[in-house]
């Protein structure tokens, strides 16, 4: 009898625990997309102020990535589903807070403890799986639910976001967390099992501190690199962030029970499993945010209409994860990467502007496909970062494990979005946009979304002008986005097979 064969299966009790886990994953996802529909309410109602509301959408992201790695490593010491129902708790106390905020400054505070409390909730949920699934094919399985989950909540967010808009006020989309978070409070210590390390030191203060520095810097400066390109700011706040992770690094090295076990750097599946997961966020990030834009700006749909259409590639996701163990069953989880890769890379091709800038059926197609290729590519790699550890480890692997999609996500948007802003630039710098007033003109050569609201401002044929010459700007750097996707798929669709070939089924 084989070790597999011998590992114990799950019960009746741990697959109801997963659907139960499932809960915070959907959360998770949905409360990253959500806001976006009801920055115009809020705005109207807060008045805040244009570096307010840029810390009302962006403290949530910040302290999340920021708090991952030191959250995994906590469920280690203190308990997983301890950890978890304390996330929940505050998770939906903070949305609450949200909810019901009466000024900007209140609503960036409940924002940021949204973001911490949502740390909690991916590692110590991906941990409790490896724990709570040793046969590796059930635990596969159970990644693949866990995956897919917070697939549906980024799907669902948008559709539900937009029917609370309709019918309530802005802060009803805050309290969609609250009956979620209430029955996994109840539903827990009832189906989770909880686990600690037996051998797990204190957590060190100082190493949390650094870690969130370093993160939160690095992140920032990316951000701005996005947003505003090179300059000072985000070089100085990158160079920042580089030298307290460095500070970080040396630390754990002298540490007995370190933040980080720098040794698991030193397996060459976990090492492989993380660019993995760098490369297919990456991607993901920073194509769904020029999609979405593309379908509202360019083709004109309403943000409820575009959250409708994206359902199509969020379901691929959720039909890629659930059918990746059958596949891996039978094929090396290398190769069932690199498929995947390869197929995401055919999707992009689809948005290419061979034949002409895509309309929507194109722009669906080609979104599905690469949804439905890169969905095996983030359940396998998943599965090998937690399988690759001692199961005491399981919540540092998990927090690394959603630093590295945090940190491939901000790349993503930054380096993808630099081409953009350069291509749409040029492209309007070559139309006819003269005879605007100054400041018009700067915002209209600098955003798609910027050129549509002082076309709408413009009377007669003079705004349709301006609206079709950026329109076709964006639409060449959306093109080239999808270029540079593709080439990106192809390239990394050799990482699993160079380096994960020996791993088997």
Known sequence: MTATASLPKATRREWIGLGIIALPCLLYSMDLTVLNLAVAYLSRDLKPTSAQLLWIVDIYGFLLAGCLMTMGTLGDRIGRRKLLLWGAAAFGCASVLAAFSTSAMLLIGARALLGVAAATLAPSTLSLIRNMFLDPGERTFAIGVWVASFSAGGALGPLIGGVMLTYFWWGSVFLIAVPLMAALLVLGPLYLPEYRSADAGRLDIGSAALSLCAVLAIIFGIKRLAEHGLGFEPAIAILAGLAVACIFLRRQRGLADPLINLALFRVPAFRAALAVNILCFFIIFGSFLF?????????????????????????????????????????????????????????????????????????????????????????????????????????????????????????????????????????????????????????????????????????????????????????????????????????????PAAFLRRRGA
């Not at 983030?378 to 919540?395: F, H, K, N």
């Open 291 to 495: 999609i979405a834009q593309y379908l509202q700006l360019v083709l004109g749909l309403t943000p409820l209409a575009a959250g409708l259409w994206t359902m199509p590639s969020g379901l691929a996701f959720i039909v890629g994860s659930m059918l990746t163990p059958m596949v891996a069953a039978r094929l090396r989880p290398a190769d069932v990467m690199s498929a995947g890769f390869a197929v995401a890379a055919s999707g992009f091709l689809v948005l290419t502007p061979v034949g002409g800038p895509p309309g929507l059926v194109p722009l669906i197609t080609g979104f599905t496909i690469f949804s439905l290729g890169l969905a095996p590519v983030v359940t396998l790699s998943t599965d090998l970062i937690v399988g690759t550890v001692a199961p005491e480890q399981a919540g540092m692997a998990s927090g690394l494990s959603e630093t590295s999609i945090e940190f491939g996500g901000a790349l993503g948007i930054a380096i993808l979005g630099s081409i953009v802003t350069a291509i749409y630039r040029g492209a309007m710098a070559d139309a006819a946009v003269d005879g605007l007033p100054p400041g018009a003109r700067d915002t209209a050569m600098d955003t798609l979304g910027g050129a549509v609201t002082v076309a709408l401002q413009l009377p007669g044929p003079g705004g349709l002008r301006l609206l079709a010459a950026a329109r076709s700007a964006y639409t060449q750097a959306f093109g080239a986005i999808a270029i540079v996707c593709t080439v990106i798929g192809i390239v990394a669709a050799v990482v």
